[in-house]
């Protein structure tokens, strides 16, 4: 199993998580590191993904959770990564050297 603990997001003391969004994230993250799930358990799984169509903040942090396990699993190419984000940025206009998102001005 992964341990959040060293993950700047989960020791965060300003995350932007109810008591019960904060539930329903570990409870994802517990299920997303089984090995295998029963049938309750993919059942449970198939409910918070629904939550996290409905609430933008559970479907943040699935999707680091979710890149948290593949880069600890070693399923990820960094160099494929930050071609992929330079892409998307220039796509969507975005300026990453400036510390943060800010919109290009296009000419």
């Known amino acids: 199993m992964i341990d959040l603990s060293e993950s700047n997001f989960a020791n965060n ?4 998580l109810t008591c019960e969004q904060k539930k329903i994230v570990q409870e994802y993250y517990f299920l997303a590191t089984l090995k295998s799930l029963s049938e309750e ?3 449970r799984m198939a409910v918070i993904l629904e939550f996290a169509i409905e609430d933008n903040v559970i ?3 699935i999707t680091e959770i979710d890149y ?3 880069d600890r ?9 930050r071609n992929y984000q330079a892409n998307l ?5 975005l300026d990453l050297d400036k510390g943060k998102y800010q919109i290009k001005k296009v000419k």
């Open 13 to 16: 003391s300003k995350m932007p």
């Open 41 to 43: 358990q993919s059942q």
């Open 59 to 61: 479907d943040f942090f």
């Open 68 to 70: 948290l396990i593949a």
């Open 73 to 81: 699993l070693n399923l990820i190419d960094e160099t494929e990564l």
């Open 89 to 93: 940025c220039e796509y969507l206009l």
